[in-house]
């Protein structure tokens, strides 16, 4: 579950880096800058909440990281695309553990704090998502 979401994080770097650097335009290259900001924090903060919880060692594999996000590029090339693809994952991860989805959170040590813990976490990121796809809109 968090796997999949610190992979489109880490896709959507990747696709913002090439934007900021291929940029011909001063204002587009400010842009994908600013959006750059804090994912990589964002990244960290789901892997050391997920290993604090339990899970795996495989979420802080850099390897299986890059190589998951590569398989994410090749399905979306825009980055509003995966913006909005991204706050659906979270939403549908929220709402299983708003309905106590068992199978999503097995493993961890603590349900009840991890739950909340995650919710919070996946929330705020896609707050931030969401605000990007508002910057974005003016790019077009």
């Known amino acids: 579950m968090l796997t999949a979401i ?15 650097l291929l940029s011909k335009d001063y204002q ?8 750059q900001e804090g994912i990589e924090e964002d990244i960290d903060r789901i892997k ?6 339990g899970y795996d060692d495989s979420i802080a594999n850099a390897k299986n990281s890059l190589s998951n996000a590569v398989e994410v ?8 695309e995966l913006e909005q693809h991204i706050i659906n994952q979270i939403n549908e ?10 199978e999503i959170i ?5 349900e009840y704090t ?10 705020d990121i896609a707050e931030k998502r969401t605000r990007d ?3 974005l809109r003016f790019n077009k």
């Open 114 to 123: 991890a739950k909340e813990a995650i919710i919070n976490m996946l929330g």
């Open 133 to 135: 796809i508002y910057l």
């Open 28 to 35: 587009k290259h400010l842009l994908y800058e600013r959006l």
């Open 93 to 102: 991860i929220i709402d299983k553990l708003n309905n106590n989805d068992r």
């Open 6 to 20: 610190t992979d489109l994080l880490t896709a959507l770097l990747q696709l913002l880096e090439q934007e900021h």
């Open 106 to 110: 097995a493993g961890v040590f603590n």
């Open 73 to 80: 590029l090749e399905i979306f090339e825009d980055i509003s």
């Open 48 to 53: 050391e909440i997920a290993l604090a919880c």
